[in-house]
């Protein structure tokens, strides 16, 4: 069974089955597909909201890449907030059928492309993520794997970001979601990364975002 991500998308209790909607753009208030399954940790609302402040409207026009996508809340988000289109990765194929469903209950289904399978290994086999987006446009990058994967698979998440980094076009931008274990200063750049505290998680802005 695929490492669980940890936290749900809202502060309820376990009992609940938290809702997942979108929280911004043409989409807002949108409800999107999402039963508890413990493979899939949705980005809580409130840490969600604040990094798509931090991006701001740069991602319009803009490749949205979602790695360890889970739920897609935040390739969907992308979407929603202008992004030309999407591409997903997830592991669990079911989970990624729900992605899929989720983007065609919003019509989004020409914009949004879901890779089933492993993320390292899908990207070792050199994905590509050219497309009908102007390559001036740049990438919003999304990372927000099981936080465990800092601990026992750190190099390969050390070399995933950083190969993300060295290809990506002029203008990108990266979120990149971690907890404490994680140390933003051995990614490439380490002085242009802006880190922000939403416990347990922290969230990592490259380049460095505008503060608020």
Known sequence: MPLSKTNDARDDGPAHVPSLRIIGGTHRGRKLEYNGDERTRPMKDRVREAVFNLLGPEIAGKLAVDLFAGTGALGLEALSRGAARAVFFEQHFPTADSIRRNARTLGLETQAEVV????????????NLAGPTDPERGWVVFCSPPYEFYVSRRQEMLALVGSLMAAAPTGSLFAVEADARFDY???????????????????????RARRS
């Open 185 to 207: 200063g051995e990614l490439p750049q380490a002085d242009l990364w802006d880190v922000r505290e939403y416990p347990p998680a922290r969230i990592g802005i490259w380049p």
């Open 116 to 127: 089933a399978g492993d993320t390292f290994i899908r990207f070792r086999r050199s994905v």
